[in-house]
């Protein structure tokens, strides 16, 4: 009795064996691997970026072009340029994934510049905003943002509404500096003037004496670059609580007011003024099919800047599985990415054929508070933007 | 002059922080001789406890302040006269390695529960409003930090040295065996303390979440800092840890104002320098 159970057994696991043989070499998957934090303090964009993107695939019936799609996650933890190489060396050569997303940080994102270019694998940047990245292999695309696109258009916007004195305050480390350097080289060629440039220490906790050497300046308005999280709660509680808004001192800024972490700041966030390119609260049916898609996979999903840019990271992918049918063909691929344009949720957007970096408007946007949230609402269109800091 | 009032007054709100914030760790590391570096993750207990009633079930601030103080004593009991207790024996490596794995495995526990956001404590309208001192505002809610600082070294300075129960905790740190064979109930005074610790954490991590919001790696985040100021201000001084945490906040606040590019350069430098003069502690020769 036990012998034959044990015949039956193994006659149907050879059974179950040859079936799935037969099943992955007709309907081929495509391996996509997504490499982000998927833990430690930064783990909140892994989620995003899991979410945005397995939103996509869900809003387009579960398969791309036909062909099913297999994720294969894989977890950097923060800053971690050798850890990432590593990682992304085994997806590419165990794992044969056919195309690589994510990338939070830009040390991880250089970092396997080579092995992409090598390999020959499309790789799509969901997040890292520095702009020369796009540069170091023909490989990257990037879906994301970089500082000097949307601080140049804000800082035009300062020069014409009258503002000519404006003091920096940036978060001392790469980002702030670009968005430093960005900020001052447009506002003085509009013919502003930076009355002082103020660098944080990464590691500060009391905003205070900044905020009161921000008044002391004499500027009409404050430009500012800070990390999201903890730094940014606590710059924007000192400003208000150090009456800067009450003494007239505007405050400029990007993703500091991102959805993320916007339903924190309370009211004191109301009135905020910010230049970005995507807000959960544009008004379209792109926009709207989006966050449907990404609160039917989980309802506590938050659509901002980084779901956003894995979703629109999956239509590139999907769009590139298209035009190669499904085969390896890394420049193929690139050639369709290229003259790629379509109509996103931040709005239309197409990828420039000379940097695979994404052309987006840029809107103007204010924190009002609707229906008892905080939502970033547009008031104004710059029009489409390129990436500057990478033109120059 | 004006750059100096406004160093003066930063300064002495930063510090307050600093020593609230500490004093706790001044308590189990100082008084009691314990290496807990699990007290940032106590401090992250009481401070999510205010934010979650306060947030979420709607309490009021003086209400859920007491509780989560409260709350924080009776978990650092619980633990103390489980686990740790059998730690005070062993040498200060292995209580080195078991608080830090405790901090971790709280990080994860929060994480896990809350989610990796930054937490915020709803303050009631007399706290969350600024306070005009005629050349420049200042939150309301650090004249409180200020408040409660200057009370709780006072309290335990006067506990220390005039009560029984401060006598029975020195006797009890410097003289285990002799202190329990006269009589003084050693476990339930060394339980005690260490809820006492507990709580003055947890009051840190809610009266300075303003500075230093809480999230789940606030528990190794802010170690370093509150580590300084108790071991500048000297084993078991809790004045001391008052004055370094002051002094090293006017230093860090005034290297703000005028040198920032140097990042906090001279925070460690005058913490190096004050160790090198005083390594037993500021007020200690």
């Known amino acids: 009795m036990h012998r034959f159970a044990r015949q039956w057994s193994a006659a149907a696991s050879a059974l179950l064996l040859a079936a799935s043989f037969s099943a992955s070499t007709e309907a081929q998957t495509i391996k996509v691997g997504i490499v982000g934090p998927f833990s430690g303090p930064f783990a909140q964009y892994g989620t995003l970026f899991k979410n945005g993107a397995e939103a996509y695939v869900a809003s387009q019936g579960g398969k791309l072009a036909g062909k099913e799609i297999e994720f294969i996650y894989r977890d950097t933890g923060g800053p971690n340029p050798g850890q990432t190489k590593t990682i992304v ?66 800082a035009q916007w300062a020069a014409k509404s009258n503002l000519k004195k404006v003091v920096t305050a940036v978060t001392d480390y790469g980002p702030g500096i670009d968005a430093e350097t960005a900020f001052k080289s447009e506002f003085t060629k509009q013919g502003g003037t930076v009355v002082e440039s103020i660098r944080m220490p990464i590691s500060t906790t009391d905003f205070s004496p900044f905020v009161q050497r921000i008044k002391a300046s004499g500027a009409q308005a404050v430009y500012t670059f800070l990390p999201g999280g903890p730094p940014n709660l606590g710059f924007v509680k000192a400003y208000n609580e150090n009456g800067l808004a009450k003494s007239g001192i505007q405050f400029l800024g990007t993703a500091e007011t991102d959805e993320f972490d916007l339903q924190k700041f309370g009211d004191a966030a109301i009135g905020l003024t910010t230049a970005f390119h995507y807000s959960a609260a544009h008004e379209s049916p792109a926009n709207k099919k989006f966050i449907e898609a990404l609160k039917k996979r989980d309802p506590n999903a938050v659509a901002n800047y980084a779901s956003v840019g894995a ?43 000379k940097t695979r970096h994404i052309v987006q408007n840029v809107y103007l946007r204010k924190v ?25 | 002059m004006q750059t100096l009032l406004n160093i003066g007054i930063d300064g002495i709100a930063y510090g307050m922080v600093l020593f609230v914030i500490a004093v706790g760790l001044s308590v189990t590391l100082g008084l009691m001789r314990f290496v807990n570096l699990s007290h940032g993750a106590f401090a992250m207990i009481g401070g999510y406890a205010a934010a979650l009633l306060t947030r979420e079930a709607h309490w009021n601030f003086w209400l859920a302040l007491p509780v989560a103080v409260l709350g924080t004593a009776l978990i650092g009991a619980l633990l103390e006269a489980l686990v740790l207790r059998h730690l005070y024996k062993r040498s200060e490596l292995e209580q080195v390695l078991f608080t830090i794995g405790l901090a971790f495995f709280l990080i994860a526990l929060t994480n896990a529960l809350a989610g990796p956001q930054v937490q915020l404590i709803t303050l009631p309208p007399l706290l969350a409003q600024s306070v005009d001192l005629g050349f420049r505002t200042l939150p309301a809610q650090r004249l409180l930090v200020i408040a409660a600082g200057l009370l709780v070294a006072a309290g335990a300075a006067w506990t220390m040295a005039r009560t029984r129960f401060g006598i029975w905790l020195r006797a009890a740190v ?24 507990a709580a003055l954490a947890g009051l840190g991590g809610v009266l300075g979440a303003e500075l230093m919001p809480l999230e789940p790696y606030y528990a190794l985040k802010y170690l370093v800092l509150v580590l300084v100021v108790v071991a500048v201000g000297g084993m078991g001084s809790i004045m001391g840890s008052l004055v370094a945490a002051l002094s090293l906040g006017t230093i860090e606040t005034a290297s703000k104002y005028l040198a920032s590019e140097w990042g906090s350069l001279f925070f460690f430098v005058a913490m190096a320098a004050m160790l090198a003069l005083r390594p037993h502690g500021l007020l200690k020769r």
């Not at chain 1, 590139?320 to 290229?338: H, N, P, S």
């Not at chain 2, 410097?174 to 610790?197: K, M, Y």
Request: aromatic content about 10%; proline content about 5%.
């Open chain 1, 368 to 392: 009002e508070k609707v229906g008892g949230a905080l939502v970033n609402k547009e008031v104004q269109n710059f029009g489409p933007q390129i990436d500057y800091g990478l033109d120059k």
């Open chain 1, 311 to 353: 979703w629109d990271g999956m239509f590139v992918i999907h769009k590139m599985i298209e035009a190669t049918g499904g085969q390896r063909d890394g420049l193929k691929a690139l050639v369709a990415a290229r003259a790629l344009q379509w109509e996103s949720p931040r709005g239309p957007v197409r990828i420039d054929a």
């Open chain 1, 89 to 154: 060396q085994e997806l590419i050569v165990k794992d044969k994934v056919d195309y690589l997303g994510g990338f939070v940080f830009t040390p991880n994102a250089f970092a396997v510049a080579p092995l992409i270019q090598q390999s020959q694998t499309p790789t799509v940047i969901f997040n890292a905003a520095t702009s020369a990245i796009t540069d170091k292999s023909e490989f990257f695309i990037r879906t994301s943002y970089t500082l000097w696109q949307v601080t140049v258009p804000m």
């Open chain 2, 174 to 197: 410097d003289h285990a065996d002799t202190a329990s064979t006269l009589g003084i109930p050693i476990r339930t005074v060394q339980c005690a303390s260490f809820a006492v610790g």
